[in-house]
């Protein structure tokens, strides 16, 4: 299909150039210290590099360049996920955003992970308070009941 790169009317002739943004390479726009320019970067040729890690790097740049301006960084998306459509891209986009905007402590995983730690954490320093208290010389049964660890643990720290 060709485009017309001119207007001409009785008052007005205007030439200007157009530019396919398929033949752009899209490291220019990648490096620029812009949002905007990112956008644009879905658009020209990745130079035979991988789709989804281009998409995910400008997906990074953006939250970098919109820190915690939410609302900006939506509005990003929505322009990238616009123009995604002209490259068949706009799965790998929408898949890649979920990725980037999901939480870890919001995952149950995250949650249990974090209550272990605690335990463990717990356990570790009421085997470094009992140790204490056996240099001490205090009686078995009463660190017992203070780090609540079993006598039978307590005598196998003793040996």
Known sequence: MYMQNYVKNTNLNY????????????????????????????????????????????????????????????????????????RNLKDIVKEQEMLSTLRYEDLPSYEIRIEKGIEKGEKKKSYELANKMIQEGIEVKIIAKITGLSIKTIKNLVK
């Open 15 to 86: 030439n200007y150039t157009i530019t396919d943004m398929k033949t752009l390479d899209c490291n220019y726009f990648l490096q620029q210290d812009k949002p905007d320019a990112l956008i644009l970067a879905i658009l020209c040729d990745f130079k035979g590099k991988n789709p989804r890690q281009i998409v995910e790097y400008i997906i990074n740049k953006l939250q970098e360049y919109t820190k915690d301006d939410i609302k900006a960084f939506k509005k990003y998306m929505l322009m990238l996920e616009e123009l995604s459509t002209n």
